[in-house]
């Protein structure tokens, strides 16, 4: 048996939650494994890797993407937001971070990164959401555990918070 060739590596630039990161990585890399493994940045979880669950959305350039239908190669550029990026520097919580705890919006917390970076997006988008487009908002990500009630109590609790912040 021959010697497996190498796997060519690629220096790429990585803008994460306000970060520049330097990473050589395989070209095929996708952008989920490089977030977890290369930076360490577990927040971002893989469950189904067809991009169905929504649970390795981060929000590239504000927009919620699929981490695990992502190469790194192509984020290279764009800035990155993982959940790790939702909270002020100090440590306060984020309008839709604060709105989950309040309203128990997470259960096992598989799905929940997912799940505040596209509510994090949705607001930005729509920041009154009515009832039915907060459902609207968060269709695209799967739950096992909640049944959704507390998830879209939740996207109405952060509109809430984030007027809130913006009155101030």
């Known amino acids: 048996m021959g010697e497996a060739t190498p796997e060519i590596r690629h220096e790429i630039r990585l803008r994460v939650n306000g970060v520049e990161h330097e990473l050589a990585v395989p070209a095929r890399r996708l ?10 940045l577990t927040g971002t979880h893989v469950g189904c890797e067809h991009g169905v669950c929504g649970s390795c959305t981060v929000l ?21 937001t993982t959940v790790e990026g939702l909270a002020a520097p100090d440590g306060t919580l984020s309008p839709v971070q604060q709105a989950f705890r309040e309203c128990h919006g997470l259960q096992c917390g598989f799905c929940t990164p997912g799940f505040l970076t596209t509510i994090t997006a949705g607001l930005e988008a729509n920041p009154t959401p009515s009832e039915d487009e907060a459902r609207d908002m968060v269709a695209g990500n799967l739950c096992r ?5 507390n ?5 109405l609790r ?6 809130e912040e913006a009155g101030r």
């Not at 590239?60 to 990155?80: F, H, I, K, W």
């Not at 555990?145 to 009630?149: A, I, V």
């Not at 998830?151 to 996207?155: D, G, H, N, Q, T």
Request: proline fraction near 2%; hydrophobic fraction near 50%; include cysteine.
């Open 31 to 40: 952008l989920s494994d490089a977030l977890r493994h290369d930076l360490g």
């Open 60 to 80: 590239a350039d504000g927009r919620p993407v699929r981490s695990c239908l992502m190469l790194a190669v192509s984020a290279v550029g764009l800035e990155l």
């Open 145 to 149: 555990c909640t049944g959704y009630q």
């Open 151 to 155: 998830i879209v109590a939740s996207v």
């Open 158 to 163: 952060a509109a809430e918070l984030g007027a």
